[in-house]
């Protein structure tokens, strides 16, 4: 157990349609970062947040947007979806958000059919 | 981030070390390599990380080559639990803080 939450453990929508997932990362821990994994793609950063401001940004789509609340507590809110944002989405924690280690939490399984 | 080169898959009797090896005959001198591993669609699990010196903890060891173009994780008695897909990753901790993670190796352990 990492120590990291994440919630729903699955999550099935349908197409155009939005959904929030939600993070906790470990305590103490300051920064957050989600990845994404799909079947054909491997596992890719989207962004990071540290003390709730955005730190860095991957490959992420405009319909996507995240957010780190005062509590550090993430969301990842994906609008407009589509087939192919079926996937694993993992949110990761570390304490100050540089060259620490990342812990990852058990991943949101997304199904958009 | 350096390229790490890794092999698809490997195999590894229970009880065995299990030892993986990786290419990043690009990395730059303040680039550290880092281990984690999936087991099944679980989240990443971190395992290790080192700069140039040999490294140990209670899961694996860390070999790095002297030019440190490439390195071996060591799993030094693996059991069924060990399989799982294992990445290695190449992480500049000056700049960037984000993991790029390769295919990996599929490990399997067998009875």
């Known amino acids: 157990d990492s120590g990291v939450t994440q919630t729903p453990k699955h999550l099935i929508t349908a197409t155009g349609q939005r959904v929030t997932l939600r993070c906790s990362p470990r305590?103490?821990?300051?920064?957050v970062y989600w990845y994404q994994q799909s079947l054909d793609q491997g596992l890719q950063f989207l962004i990071q947040y540290y003390n709730g401001e955005e730190r860095a940004k991957g490959n992420i789509l405009e319909r996507f947007s995240a957010q780190q609340f005062p509590d550090l507590h993430s969301e990842l809110n994906l609008s407009s979806l589509e087939l192919g944002d079926s996937a694993l989405y993992f949110c990761?924690?570390?304490?100050?958000?540089?060259?620490?280690?990342?812990?990852f939490g058990p991943g949101t399984r997304l199904t958009v059919l | 981030d350096a390229k790490t080169t890794q092999p698809p898959s490997m195999d590894c009797a229970e009880g065995r070390a299990a030892n993986l090896p990786c290419n990043h005959s690009t990395i730059s001198g303040n680039e550290y390599v880092y281990w984690y591993r999936q087991i099944h669609s679980q989240g990443p699990q971190y395992i290790i990380h080192g700069l140039k010196n040999n490294e140990t903890n209670e899961m694996a060891s860390l070999i790095i080559t002297e030019d440190r173009k490439s390195s071996t994780l060591i799993l030094p008695h693996a059991t069924l639990r060990d399989t799982a897909v294992y990445y290695c990753i190449v992480r500049n901790n000056n700049a960037g803080n984000m993991l790029t993670f390769g295919g990996g190796t599929r490990l399997m352990v067998k009875p």
């Open positions: 990761a924690s570390s304490n100050w958000g540089g060259s620490d280690t990342q812990y």
């Open positions: 305590s103490g821990d300051l920064s």
